[in-house]
C-alpha cells in the first residue's frame, strides 16, 4: 500500500485505494469478467417475497404477547429487514433494472425499504456512493467512525455497547461528518415510508410497527449477521483495509461478504461476485479473509488491537460531478 504514516490513532495512508489498480489489472487479463456486470434478473422477485412476506408476517405477531414480538423481531423479521437493507445496498448499483432504468432502481429501493419501517434507501444511495468513490476519504466516506467513537468505545464494555447502537451511529454520522442537502427522492422515501407505517398500523395496531422497526434496529445492532460491517473494512491485518467472508452467511446477504470482490466490480450483482473470484482466483485466493462473522465480532470486542479506530483513512480530492 505504499508508505504508512500515524496521525491521532487511525491509519492513515497516502495512497489510493487498492480497488482501482486491481480493477484494471483483472479486466485488462479477464475481459470477460465485463459479461457478469449489468442487472440481475431474480432480485426484483426475490425482493418482493420478502416484503410480502414481512407484510403477512404483521397480521401473524398482531395479537402475540409483547415478548413474542421481540423474540420473533430478533429470531425472524430482523434478519429479513437486515438482508433487505444489503439488497437496497445492491439496488443502489442499479442492479435490479440496470444502468439505463436508474430511477426504477430508485422507486424498487423504496419498496424494498417498506418493512425496515424508517425510510433509509435513498439517503443510504446518496452516501454510498461517496463510500465507493472515495474509500476511507476523511470527511468523505461516513463509514468511517468519527474520532470520539474511537476514543470513546476502546474498552470490550464500550465496543459492545458501540456495536448495540451501530444503527444510531450509522444514522447520525452523515449529519455531522458529511451534512448534504435533502433531496426530493429523500422526501419521497419518507412520504411513501411513513405513509405504509400509517396504514399498518391502522389495520392491525401499534404491535407490526414495533416488530418490524425493533427488528430493524436490533439486527442492524449486536447480530451475527452484522458482523459484516467490522468484516468489510476493519483493518484486522496492517495494510490491509477491505476483506472479504466467503462463509455460508452470503446466501441470506446478497453476497456482500464477497466484499473485496464488490469493491472492484461495484457493478456486478451479488449473485454473479463468486464467479469474478473464480474467474480471477490468483488476485483473491492469497488475500487475507473472514472464515466467520461471529469470529469477527468477538475478536473485535475481546482484542485489544481492533476497535473503531481500526480504519484506513486517506486524503481524497472531491471528483468533479459530471
Known amino acids: 500500500m505504499g508508505n504508512r504514516v500515524t496521525r491521532g490513532d487511525f491509519e492513515w495512508v ?3 485505494q487498492p480497488h482501482t489498480q486491481r480493477r484494471k489489472e483483472i479486466l485488462a487479463k479477464y475481459p470477460e469478467i465485463k459479461t457478469l456486470m449489468g442487472p440481475d434478473p431474480h432480485l426484483k422477485w426475490i425482493v418482493t417475497g420478502m416484503v410480502l412476506t414481512q407484510l403477512l408476517a404483521c397480521y401473524l405477531v398482531k395479537d402475540l404477547p409483547w415478548k413474542w414480538i421481540f423474540f420473533w423481531a430478533y429470531g425472524f423479521g430482523g434478519c429479513i ?3 433487505l437493507t444489503l439488497a437496497i445496498h445492491d439496488i443502489s448499483h442499479n442492479v435490479a433494472f440496470g444502468n439505463k432504468q436508474a430511477k426504477w432502481n430508485r422507486w424498487f429501493a423504496v419498496f424494498a425499504n417498506l418493512p425496515i419501517g ?6 443510504f444511495k446518496k452516501y454510498h456512493i461517496d463510500h465507493h468513490r472515495y474509500l476511507g476519504g476523511d470527511s468523505l466516506d461516513v463509514d468511517i467512525p468519527t474520532d470520539f467513537e474511537g476514543w470513546f468505545f476502546c474498552t470490550p464494555l464500550r465496543k459492545l455497547l458501540w456495536l448495540f447502537l451501530q444503527p444510531l451511529f450509522y444514522s447520525l ?4 461528518v458529511n451534512p448534504k442537502a435533502i433531496t426530493r427522492m429523500e422526501i419521497f422515501n419518507a412520504l411513501v415510508q411513513f405513509s405504509v407505517d400509517l396504514i399498518i398500523y391502522y389495520l392491525w395496531g401499534l404491535k407490526p410497527i414495533i416488530y418490524l422497526i425493533a427488528g430493524t434496529i436490533l439486527c ?4 451475527p449477521i452484522s458482523g459484516h460491517f467490522i468484516a468489510e473494512h476493519y483493518m484486522f491485518l496492517k495494510g490491509y483495509e477491505t476483506y ?3 462463509g455460508p452467511l452470503n446466501w441470506l446477504t446478497f453476497n456482500v461478504g464477497y466484499h473485496m470482490e464488490h469493491h472492484d466490480f461495484p457493478s456486478i450483482p451479488g449473485c454473479r ?3 469474478v473470484k473464480k474467474i480471477a482466483a490468483e488476485y483473491y485466493d ?5 472464515q466467520s462473522w461471529i469470529r469477527v465480532l468477538w475478536d473485535f470486542v475481546f482484542d485489544d488491537t481492533i476497535g473503531p479506530y481500526s480504519r484506513v483513512k486517506r486524503l481524497c480530492k472531491l471528483a468533479k460531478e459530471s
Open 244 to 246: 472479504s467472508y466467503y
Open 173 to 176: 454520522r452523515p449529519l455531522y
Open 118 to 123: 424508517i425510510p433509509y434507501s435513498a439517503s
Open 273 to 275: 461476485l463468486p464467479m
Open 220 to 223: 442492524l445492532g449486536l447480530h
Open 286 to 290: 492469497n488475500l487475507p479473509h473472514h
Open 81 to 83: 429487514n437486515h438482508s
Open 14 to 16: 497516502y495512497t489510493e
